[in-house]
């Protein structure tokens, strides 16, 4: 949970020093922006991904492997944002996404030693999402998300001759996401820190009963967190 622990601190120092220079004004940068329909804009973000595992019946009478632990690993996202205002509180987001993570399955044998599969990605994230936002107060709004996306990973390595005694994972994804966040108006943009969570809804393991550590697990689904700082105007 490392990752985890130093995103929120990070988001909350954001929130807390953006709270601190918003004190004490006014919405007169809101107003410049309330009549703007749509906004485009640019999404950097820091993921911190893992794998939620499901073993098998056969992972009871297995003699070889003991233990098999998912490893959270550090990501880094880019994106494009494209808003559509529907009316005063809600909005419908596109937000095509360049994201980079890593990923580890970890197996444990009854001797002691281990084995890791490490998945590198590079995903061409399409998500989408409605937002709600609240009324404007001294150029400030609070705001929560929900959603669906469509994840492709285009690095990798399933379908590969390297590959064929590892354990495979799909390059397709869905998601539900769901999160929350805070826009800060400045004269030019706006500034949006943003914390989500990302829950995949369909079994990503391609299943081997040739191998072991494949047989050993009934299905494989992806997690993310992200935090990401959106800029639009």
Known sequence: ???????????????????SIFAQRGNT?????????YFFGITLGFNSSDYRVFKSKSF?????????????????????????K?????????LPTLSFAERNLTYFSNTGSFNERKV?????????????KSAPFNDMRVFVIGGVKYTFDVASDSRTRQAKDLVKI?????????GFGMQFYFPYFIFSPEFKVSQGINNILI??????????????MSRVF????????
Not at 170 to 178: L, R, T
Not at 226 to 233: C, H, P, Q, R, Y
């Open 60 to 84: 009871l009478s297995n003699d070889t492997i003991r233990v098999v632990e998912p490893e959270r690993g550090p990501g880094f996202n880019l994106g494009i944002i494209t808003n559509l």
């Open 29 to 37: 940068n809101y107003l410049d922006f309330k009549s703007k329909p």
């Open 170 to 178: 799909s390059p397709s994804d869905f998601s539900y996401e769901y």
């Open 207 to 220: 299943y081997d009963k040739r191998i072991d550590q494949s047989n050993v697990l009934e299905k494989v």
């Open 86 to 94: 529907l009316g005063e509180y809600f909005d419908i987001r596109f």
């Open 1 to 19: 949970m490392f990752h985890l622990s130093r995103q929120q601190i990070i988001f909350a120092i954001l929130i807390l020093v953006s709270t």
């Open 226 to 233: 992200t935090i990401s700082l959106n800029f639009e105007g």
């Open 120 to 132: 590198e990605s590079v995903f061409v994230d399409m998500p989408f999402h409605v937002r709600y």
